[in-house]
């Protein structure tokens, strides 16, 4: 064989090597389950189709290449802050809660001074009852729960809706078929001759609020007067829109991601992040989000307020 032959097949095996390779790389990013790919048009429209929030209930656990992977998990957990996955939730019975189980994502053994965890609940399902002066938020993010108390009231919580109890509130959720919670507890900080009540509301029916210089579109679904010592805020992000500001402050956060794709600065690393994942950041730890994907990025976001730092 002479140089020439020798040539002419080295050249067409790099081609068919590239086209391999080129294609390769194609249907990786045109996968439906590839974490950053950009959707089809059609997987679009189907999305569309589905209730709200459903990508927290069913989640993309791994992009393709990893979901076979012995061990791949996203999840992280440093002294001032975590990442965790829809990959790493750890079901079992709730206390005192019946046909209920229950994943804790955030508890004062990481450090912080919240409690977030997931409530599924099952058919003829109800909660239990709120330890002493603590005080419970609940978030519908699938079905629907009947709240009542003990004066009688009745409320029909759907997706999207949120109820604040105040600490020692008797009350019972109750689920004829199946919804998933997403439940915040903490020790009420009580101030003198401030009393928090009751508050059931959607968040649809929340006013925008003004947010100088930044570009996000933020809901509060608490009152911000004193009797509250924490405030849940729904955040929404249009692709390509982030914080403007580099936060580092003495506030507390728990995060669920409802809604989208995008970036999470903590401290020094960087973390692709999805609809189902939570973050838990403690005081000061450097955080900035920048939204990815073609469609909109929101998140549900715990913060303690009106306390003084000492």
Sequence with gaps: MNNM????????????????????????????????????????EADSNKPLYWKVTNPTLAPPHLQDLPGFTRSVYKRDHALITPESHVFSPLPEWTNTLGAYLITPAMGSHFVMYFAKMQENSKSGPALKDVERFIFVVQGSVTLTNASGSVHT???DSYAYLPPNFQHALECDASATLVVFERRHALLENHISEQIVGSTDKQPLLETPGEVFELRKLLPQSLPYDFNIHIMDFQPGQFLNVKEVHYNQHGLLLLEGQGIYRLGDSWYPVQAGDVIWMAPFVPQWYAALGSTRSRYLLYKDVNMSPL
């Design 5 to 44: 032959e020798t040539s002419s097949l080295f050249s067409l095996h790099s081609l068919t090597s590239l086209l391999i390779i080129s294609l390769s790389l194609v249907e990786f990013a045109l996968a439906d389950e590839g974490f950053c790919s950009m959707p089809s048009v059609v997987d679009t």
């Design 157 to 159: 919580l759907m997706v």
